[in-house]
């Protein structure tokens, strides 16, 4: 079993930043990537940035020059490093692993940017 636990998430005004972490833990084999998504209020759960076991990363267009996903490999965690905030980017952000054949997905944590 796989566990996923986020942290980082708060309340920011628009423009500022935030760092998100997922830290993972349990029967870690066969990575191929970790990566962020987020679900706004009304909205369905859409693709942030993703990061594969090769270090190659890829990102939503809506947020390429703003955010940088990076991972440690010792601590099995990946991050996510959101700058120049907008309302746009309030939402729930889950941390997603794909190992395998198989997806895990962390519980969620709440980032609101206040304008």
């Known amino acids: 079993q796989v566990q996923l636990v986020e942290s980082g998430g708060g309340l920011v005004q628009a423009g500022g930043s935030l760092r998100l972490s997922c830290a993972a833990s349990g029967r870690l084999f066969s990575i191929v990537a970790m990566g962020w998504y987020r679900q706004g209020p009304g909205k369905q759960r859409d693709f942030v940035a993703i990061?594969?076991?090769?270090?190659?990363?890829d990102y939503a267009d809506s947020v390429k020059g703003r955010f940088t996903i990076s991972r440690d490999i010792a601590k099995n965690t990946v991050y996510l490093q959101m700058n120049s905030l907008k309302s746009g980017d309030t939402a729930v952000y889950y941390c997603?692993?794909?190992?395998?054949?198989?997806?895990?997905w962390g519980q969620g944590t709440q980032v609101t940017v206040s304008s």
């Open positions: 990061i594969t076991s090769g270090g190659s990363t």
């Open positions: 997603k692993l794909g190992a395998g054949n198989r997806e895990y």
